[in-house]
């Protein structure tokens, strides 16, 4: 054992052993740099195996400490600058110091003899290994004759065993551990250990290709027997192509994947199909059911991904506003991204025309990066359409779920149920019953579509259901689905819209450049205030795409091909003709017995004029404008409060025996309903009564009792935008509706001077127009009540007067 200090270079991928001579491609310049050294001092080289080959300047710690010192025979320099070198291995050793030069690195190792004198046991081993590696080298063809005869011609056993190590087809991390190992017997225990393991491997891969050969063998007889089948058809006259056909098919079930159960369902009806005349109608059938199968997408996924930063950014392009709709969106994205599969809730955007329910989906397929497929469910009203006709009908065909994942070809796109509140039914069934199933995300993975007669997995659909009706949604349907409630849009945000968004893209559809049509803001402004009325943009648009094509009409009688046109709002006439709409639904002046509403559509909100007269009579209440029972409801609750009332009034107690009072809500052909007006029309009534006329820019809404309390209402938003849009400046709404206005746009709050009520004396109060100081309601005596015996004998109070 000696000690001796060399130049060291590491090593890729190879082990080098004592005795063993290897040729070498050194291109690191540090490596280089060392074998030179080595041959310019003729001294040797320490030669050890780096951990991980990936790292290009090993360090102390991407080496094994120990290796071999080995000769440099012959160096040989490449055109490319690299150095092909042949070494041979001497002798094992481990470094004891790591000596940092400039150039490349040096060692002070320890040197291991390989002095052994064998024993008995010894020689017993190596007779053992050798006749291992003999049957080894049968089996592995490698590994040529000439290498056996020369192991079997070494007699010392250590040069033995790193001779043969050298040569086994061994991972690096087994020969180095085989070069680590100092003791020659133990050496040879484990290079025995790893001849057997490879042995049963080789034996292993040899009855695997016995295997595949029989396989072979049997291909090439099913081939020709096939070719025979072939021209045994071809001489009875029978067309081959039917045949052909059902061989491609049948290529085409062995290459689909799909769940087992599909799997043995396709292979039965391709066995019965084999055996029926091509031209046969139940053949048809059965191809057709084999053929829906085959195209269903049951593994196929498409690659989502879902980057929030990105998706952000998707959702502001694509959509003006609609900041709190793309806020819950974003985060129902943020925690699908975070679970990566997320058995989450269904989203249901609900929102009047317009407002961007479907392209808002669209955006949400683009920011995941996943297909996007729309069904429209308007009209539906047989279950079958969406699970599917069963197979003994004759024309069956899957559902519309299913047709639509086979035209997507893959199973996770964003499907969008557009219009789910449009679905009726009648005697074929109920429509809406059956997607409970689909959109219920504990049942969806299990879909059972009638044709198919086996169960599909829709979990991995993102379903995104559209409306602008809730309540016309069924409550079960309903419970299922997360309600994103899209409100109309404001006058600045459709101007906002039309300018960055309508008016580019009608230029463009029109053949119009960028600059051909300039609208100022004050004509974008006329469009939208005197020619449009709803809560999307859909009117805009055409009225924006009506201009265009006038325009384009003008430039051709002209024939002034390149004229630029400049609109504002005193120009807009000319081309859309005269307003449709009154800007300022707000009335010119305080009237008597009109009063203005707020009042939900499905179209957005908008204001509800309440008209009240009086006429000599006998104490009727007519309503009339088409009113639903709720509201005529409504109208008799505010009659009764008045009633009640009358004393603080100053209404004669039997004020209602001699007149008749007419409640009128105009536009007659439109169908009205809801409890809203309650206290509009208690305080239309009242003006008339008193003949106090109601201010003319203040509109309320609320619901009524017949003590007079004001219940809360829903649609607060659109009521709020009608009223805004409407250039009403003074709102009345009830006290409970006091946490809804969170929801509402702060600008949308700015515009408005909005006051809570608990009671309709409070609304009196403010509406009714009067001189300062003088109140609406004054105090009156105490009634006094007495007894009378009804027609049902029993004792009740009244007032007496």
């Known amino acids: 054992m000696s000690q001796s200090i060399y130049p060291m270079m590491p090593l890729r991928d190879i082990v080098l052993f004592p005795h063993m001579v290897a040729p070498l491609v050194v291109g690191r310049q540090k490596s280089i740099k060392a074998l030179e050294n080595a041959m310019a001092n003729g001294t040797e080289i320490f030669l050890t195996t780096q951990r991980d080959s990936t790292v290009d300047d090993p360090g102390e710690k991407n080496v094994y400490d120990l290796g071999t010192i080995a000769s440099v025979l012959q160096l040989l320099r490449l055109p490319d600058g690299t150095i092909k070198a042949l070494v041979e291995g001497k002798r094992r050793a481990r470094v004891n110091k790591f000596i940092v030069k400039k150039d490349f690195m040096m060692v002070d190792v320890e040197e291991f003899s390989q002095d052994f004198e064998p024993t008995s046991e010894t020689v017993a081993y190596i007779r053992e290994v050798l006749n291992s590696f003999k049957k080894y080298a049968r089996l592995n063809k490698k590994i040529s004759s000439e290498v056996v005869k020369s192991l079997s011609r070494i007699d010392n056993p250590a040069k033995f065993v790193d001779v043969l190590a050298s040569h086994m087809p061994l991972k690096m991390e087994e020969k180095q551990k085989i070069l680590s190992v100092l003791s020659v017997e133990k050496r040879l225990y484990l290079v025995l ?138 985060e129902y994205l943020a925690v699908q991204a975070q679970v990566k599969k997320l058995k989450g809730p269904i989203l249901c955007l609900v929102g009047p025309p317009g407002v961007g329910k479907t392209s808002l989906s669209k955006s949400v397929a683009r920011a995941m990066g996943r297909k996007f497929v729309r069904l ?60 409970l199933e689909v959109l219920d995300p504990e049942q969806n993975y299990s879909f059972n579509d009638h044709y198919l007669d086996m169960d599909y997995d829709l979990s991995d659909v993102f379903f995104i259901t559209t409306a602008n009706n809730l309540p016309a949604i069924p409550p079960p349907l309903r419970d299922r689905m997360e309600v994103i409630k899209l409100n109309g849009y404001t006058e600045e945000d459709k101007f906002q819209i039309a300018k960055g968004f309508l008016i580019p893209k009608q230029l463009e559809a029109n053949g119009f450049g960028n600059k051909d049509i300039t609208l100022n803001e004050g004509a974008i402004l006329e469009i939208v205030r005197r020619y449009t009325r709803e809560a999307g943009v859909r009117n805009l648009e055409r009225n924006i795409a009506g201009i265009c094509r006038k325009v384009a009409r003008d430039r051709l009688k002209k024939k002034k091909a390149n004229k630029k046109y400049r609109l504002s709002a005193g120009s807009i006439a000319k081309y859309l003709g005269a307003p449709k709409f009154r800007f300022g639904l707000a009335e010119e002046r305080d009237e008597v017995g009109l009063t203005t509403g707020l009042a939900w559509t499905e179209v957005g909100g908008e204001l509800l004029q309440i008209e009240t007269v009086l006429m000599p009579g006998s104490g009727k209440l007519i309503i009339t404008g088409k009113l639903g029972d709720v509201m005529q409801e409504s109208a008799q609750a505010a009659l009764s409060y008045v009633r009640t009332r009358a004393a603080q009034l100053g209404l004669a107690s039997d004020f209602y025996q001699k007149l008749d009072v007419h409640v009128h809500v105009p536009e007659g052909a439109i169908p009205k309903d809801g409890p809203s007006a309650g206290i509009t029309m208690a305080t239309s009534m009242v003006s008339a009564l008193l003949q106090i006329p109601v201010r003319k820019d203040i509109a309320m809404t609320g619901e009524i009792t017949l003590r007079g309390c004001v219940l809360p209402i829903g649609g607060l938003t659109e009521k709020l935008l009608a009223a805004r849009r409407g250039n009403i400046k003074h709102v009345l709404i009830p006290k409970k509706n006091e946490r809804d206005l969170e929801k509402i746009a702060p600008k949308v709050l700015k515009s408005l001077e909005i006051e809570l009520v608990e009671h309709v004396d409070e609304v009196l109060e403010k509406a009714l127009v009067r001189p300062d100081g003088e109140a609406v309601l004054k105090k009156a005596e105490p009634v006094d009540v007495f007894w009378i015996k009804a027609a049902n004998h029993e004792e009740m109070a009244v007032p007496a007067h």
Request: glycine share 4%; charged share 35%.
């Open 193 to 330: 250990d790893l001849i057997h393991k490879e042995d049963e491997i080789a034996s292993l891969e040899e009855k695997i290709r016995g295997r595949v050969k029989k396989k072979m063998e049997k291909t090439q007889k099913d081939y020709y027997l096939s070719e025979q089948m072939r021209v045994i058809r071809k001489e009875m006259g029978t067309s081959d192509d039917a045949a052909s056909e059902i061989d491609e098919l049948e290529k085409q079930i062995e290459k689909k994947k799909m769940p087992k159960t599909a799997k043995n369902k396709v292979v039965q009806e391709f066995k019965k199909l084999k055996m029926m005349q091509p031209m046969s109608a139940e053949a048809t059938v059965v191809r057709n059911y084999i053929d829906t199968i085959l195209s269903l997408p049951w593994y196929e996924k498409s690659k989502s991904r879902i980057d929030i930063n990105e998706a952000e950014d998707v959702l502001e392009a694509d959509h003006f506003g609609l900041a709190e709709p793309k806020e819950r969106i974003l």
């Open 376 to 435: 429209s469910l308007g009209g539906v009203r047989d279950e079958a359409e969406i699970r599917g006709h069963r197979r003994t009908y004759i024309g069956a065909m899957p559902g519309k779920i299913v047709q639509s994942l086979q035209k997507a070809k893959v199973n996770n796109p964003v499907f969008c149920l557009d219009e789910i509140d449009k679905m009726s039914m009648d005697f074929r069934g109920d429509p809406s019953s059956a997607l």
